[in-house]
Each structure stands twice: as C-alpha cells, then as structure tokens.
C-alpha cells in the first residue's frame, strides 16, 4: 500500500511504483516486457496539453480543505494519471494503489498492436538539422496541429517496434497519397538499437477518402485511444467535415505514397482493423480539433457554423457514433463564428471552447459536475463578445486547470476587453463557474494583434505543476503575443501568484528582422508553446520559485528569428526554439534548429506565415536517442487559414521531424 501523505521529494519513487504496476492485465494482452511485467502505453496529442494539473495534494488535506469532491474527480480522472505518469510525478488516488485494475475496468477500449517487421524508409536528403526527417505532401496543416505520440514503455528502455508518432498529413487522400499516417523505429543510437539507418519505418499509412464525397484532408490535431489501436480525426474540404474513427492494424509495406484505402464500416469499431466508421458533421471546420472524454468515450468537436459536436460511443466495439449537435449562437450573433477545439472538464462538468468573434462558451456536457449540474448537452453560459471585429477571437483552445477552476484563453484581438484595448493580443481568465454574460474574471495584454494574425495557446511551467495548494496555484504562464503586421513577436512571462494573473514581462523581445533593414516588420508567428520537464527519468522538483532538480524547457516554433535566437536575420529564416525555464527570472536559449523557406520573399514578408505545426515531448529517458520532440516543417506552405499580411505558397515539401530534446 502506497503512504499518499508522504513528503513531495519522495515522488519519483511512489511514481515508479505505481508505473510498475501497469502489468500485462491492463488490456488482456502480452504488451512490451521489462523483466516480467508488460507495461501499457500512455497517448500524448494535443488535448494533452490544454488539460493540465497541479498537485492535488492528500485526500486527508482536500477533506480538510472541504475540496473532497474537486479530489475525488481530479484523482480518477485517466488524464490526471497520464499527465502524472509523463512527468514522472507521485499518482494520487486509487490509480496509486493499483492502476492496473482500475484503468482496466474503467477506460480499457481494445487490445495492443501486434508486433511486425514494417517498410523501412529511404533516408531523405535535406539540410535541417535534426534527428530524422521524412518528406509527406506538399500541402499544409494548421499551425496548431499536433502529431500524436504513443509509448508503450514510458518507465523503461523505449520499445522500438510498439513506439509510434502519427502525423496528419493536410493532403487529399488518393492511391498515392496518404492522409494520416504513423512510424515506429523511432530512436536513432537507442538500445536495442532502432534499425542501422537513422530513420524510422512507415507504422502505417491510409487513405481515409470517403468514396462518393469530397475527398478533403486532415489539417487539424488527431487523438488516440487509451491503447493506441485507434485514432479519431476529422477530415474536411473546406464546405463539409467528417469526423473518422480509424482502426489500425500495422503492416509492411505501407507508406505515405503507398497507403492503404480504407472503406468506410457501415456500423461500429468491431470490424477488422484496418477500418473506419464517419460520422457527417453540419460544415466544414478549420479551426477545431476532437477532444476524446476517456472515462465516457465521448467526443467533443467544433465547426466553421458555431455548431458544438458530441460525439457518443468513438471507440467503442459495440456501438455506432452518435452526433448530437449544439447551437452555440442560439441565433443571436451577427456572423457565423468558426469554433476553436473544446475542452472537457471532468471536475465542473463543462465543455468550454471560444469562436472567432471573441465569445466565450461554458456547455453543460450533460454529465453533471461541480458546476455543469445538467444532465442535457446544452449551453450554461456565454461572454459577452471580447473582440472588437470577426476573426480576431480565439483559434485555439484554452488552458484549463481544473482543479483551481480556472480557464485561460488566448485572443488575438481582444479589443472588447476593457484590461487589454483596441488591437491587441489578449490572455482573459475565467473561473470554471462563471455566470451567463459575465467578462473575464482577469486579463492581460499581451503586445499588438492583428486580423488573420493568430495567437495560439500559451502553457504553465514546472513551478505551476509544483504548486502547494491545489485550489489557488501559483507559478507561471508562458506565451507568445505582439503578433501583427507592424512590430516583431514576444515571448511573455505571466506571473500566477494564488491563481492570479500579474503583469506579463516580455523576456524575449523581437522573434523578427526588420524587412530589408526597414520598417515594417517580418511578424514573429508563432505556434502554441509545449513544456516538459526532464530530471532523466525522476520527477522534477522546485524550491523559491524555481526549478532545482531536472531541466524545465519550453518548445515553441517561431517563423522569423532575431539574430539572437536563431542564426540569420534575413526575411524567410526562422526556426524552432527551446529556452531552459527552470529559473523564470532568467529564460535562457537553450538550442534552435534553423530553417529557411523556399521561394522567400524580402519584400512582402514570410510566405506562409508560419514555419512548423505544434511541438509533442517523447519522454524524460535515460536510453540514448530517447526523449525527442515532434513536429511538422510546413515548407513555408500557407496553413488552411490565417495568412493576413503573408504572401501565399503551396507546392513545397512537408516533413515530419524528430529532434532531440537535449540538443534541439
């Protein structure tokens, strides 16, 4: 039995403990070994991100605090452990004394990939510097996508056969042309060595084109199942949007030139994998990406009509999806407002999600909590609208802590919002309960916005993740802002001191190059930053506002470096960025990968606006070749939407990356 009142310097070991006990029970199946325990994987996108905690703390502390309730949901809900088991932190809870029963019986969906001999890849040749890089398409995804990593391992050697990292590719699927795809054999020097090559092998590769529709792309995020056999996706055109539910099954010889072409299932995921069940959405959607409830198997989707999507039954074997849509407009608003992905809370029960005309939505999920008390799918409360003109909203979804019942989102024009001004980037803070029509309980400013010129979403650091009380965390927000036409992107610190925002202090000024020595500016855009903290494999720990023991890093790409953070001040370059944290006072550039846009342009400004998709962390290892990051370099291609005061591309190659964090 684990002593869950034990003092916070002793998390690594109750970590390890609790890891261990993911055995082979966990899904039924002979997965990965170390010794002779099978360990299960843990999925990484990009809700992983958006959804974060802080140390709950001891049930005895939370009784006494009278937060019983807010405990008892943070502690059993799957991403709580997940998160915990990716930092290497103490699991709360009954998943401490035994995760292995208590995610089987509660969020186990299916059964573990088999293990194959997979199609290796010829080793591309290009110029950035990296770990591997691997040519896709010569379309363009949304700067916010993410790739979506599994590790099936996360507290031993990395496996290289079951280890994998998926990629929407933004493509029209064809028979040459995949539109999803995944690798394995992903980390070069690792033991046992990944191949002798360097690369990874193709994991699988699918056509998802719906026969007798229009064909489409996958431009947004993916998500992953608990056990990594199925992937959910939307596919849209540009006029309408499916969302896929793709069951995969490895295979040789497949690649993103040579996929396989998936026919849709006409009932539920019991089909034989490979195979995929869609379900139609009302419009199209550029902006929103799923969000996966594991302990509910619900989805939660966003469209370009203000429409809320929840989707029942995803990766269930025995039933069919079910959409039910929701109106968030109730026909009030004076343009259609495309929807930025949702949120859900497992704590207060809501969805929250932002649109691009600067409202701010809180949707009871229809399963009640803490606040969103109704057991119907329907809209608690709305803002009042905190942009002063269509699309200077929010494109990204927030930040949410659902512990200290707080939620961050990031505006690229908050002009409505009377702490931040006209045309200008603004972070707004609401509680979890906020009533119907109320602004934002805090704002800050944070640089000049622009139209078209979008703010993605910021992170917490380690310190945040630290914090001693549960319900009112302190520590810091990191995030880019002062993206527009005229002046050079910053990296801001927003100091939370008890769950308030403070000023934000601009640490990195001018992320651009004035444009032939001349004003205007090249505008810095930037993609949503990721954080990870690396201690080796043990938890990270803080002491005075800092972090003492392990590396706290922010990743982040960056389409226009000054000559300070990367190595060229010419209109074109930019790069992907790591800074060390650990001391908030005191950011430092820890590493970049350079890279510059074919076809660049010094006169107008940075074809394609932005260089990179969004960054996923592997994991803190000790193995060689073993915590990496992920990406997509864009090829200066323009993104599906946002390209204001950038001059349009399309045609370059798209890669996926991997690079090392140590050496980024």
Known sequence: ????????????????????????????????????????????????????????????????????????????????????????????????????????????????????????????????????????????????????????????????????????????????????????ELYPGATPGCGTSGVPQFYWAYNTTISGTAPGGVTTSPVLSLDGTMVAFVQS??????????????????????PVSIAAASANMSCTAPCMSVTPLGGSDTFSSPYYDYANDILYVGDDSTTLYKVTHVFSTTASPVATTLALDSGALKYTHTIASPVYDSVSGCVFAGDSGGFFYSVNSGIP????????????ATSPELSARFDGGTHDAVLLD????????????????????????????????????????????????????????????????????????????????????????????????????????????????????????TPGFATPITEFCNNGGSACGTSGGQTTSGTDTIYFGINQGSASACHSSTAGAGCVVAYNISNPASPALTGYIAYSFPGEDTGTGVIGCWGTSSIVIDNASTSTGASEVYYMYLGGNSPPAGTSGCAAASGNTVRAIQAAQGTL
Not at 80 to 91: L, P, S, T
Not at 237 to 258: F, M, Q, R
Not at 482 to 511: C, H, K, R
Request: charged content about 10%.
């Open 369 to 380: 909590g803490t606040v969103c008390t109704s057991s119907t799918f329907s809209v608690r």
């Open 237 to 258: 055109d540009g006029s309408s949007a499916n969302l896929i539910v793709l069951k995969t099954a490895p295979a040789a010889g497949e690649s993103v030139t040579a």
């Open 1 to 184: 039995m684990f002593n869950l009142n034990s003092p916070r310097s002793a998390r690594s070991i109750f970590a390890t403990a609790a890891l261990a006990l993911l055995s082979v029970t966990l899904f039924g199946q002979n997965g990965p070994r170390t010794g002779n325990t099978a360990l299960a994987g843990v999925p990484e996108d990009w809700s992983s991100h958006h959804v974060v905690f802080a140390d709950p703390g001891t049930e005895e502390a939370a009784i006494q605090a009278g937060r019983h309730d807010v405990w008892l949901r943070t502690v059993n809900d799957p991403r709580y452990i997940m998160q915990q088991i990716r930092r290497k932190d103490i699991v709360r809870g009954p998943a401490a004394t035994d995760p292995v029963q208590f995610l089987q019986t509660q969020f186990a969906r299916s059964q573990p990939p088999a293990t194959l001999a997979l199609h290796k890849l010829p080793k591309p040749k290009n110029t950035i510097k990296n770990d591997w890089s691997v040519n896709l398409t010569t379309s363009s995804v949304m700067p916010n996508t993410y790739p979506a990593k599994y590790s099936f391992s996360p507290i031993s050697a990395p496996n290289c056969t079951t280890d994998f990292v998926a990629y929407p590719t933004g493509a029209t699927g064809s028979a040459t042309q995949a539109t999803i795809v995944a690798f394995n």
């Open 402 to 521: 659902s512990q200290a019942g707080e939620v961050y989102a990031f505006l690229t024009e908050g002009g409505n919002v009377t702490q931040c001004g006209s045309g200008v980037n603004c972070l707004v803070q609401f509680p979890t309960n906020f009533s119907d029509g109320a602004g934002p309980g805090n704002a800050e400013p944070i640089g000049g916005g622009g139209f078209q010129q979008y703010i993605f979403a910021g992170t917490f650091d380690n310190v945040y993740f630290s914090s001693a009380d549960p319900a009112h965390p302190s520590g810091n927000l990191w995030v880019v802002g002062n993206v527009n036409d005229f002046q050079a992107a910053n990296l801001y610190q927003i100091p939370i001191a008890a769950s308030v925002m403070g000023t934000p202090v601009a640490t990195q000024v001018g992320f651009a190059a004035q444009v032939n020595g001349n004003a205007p500016y």
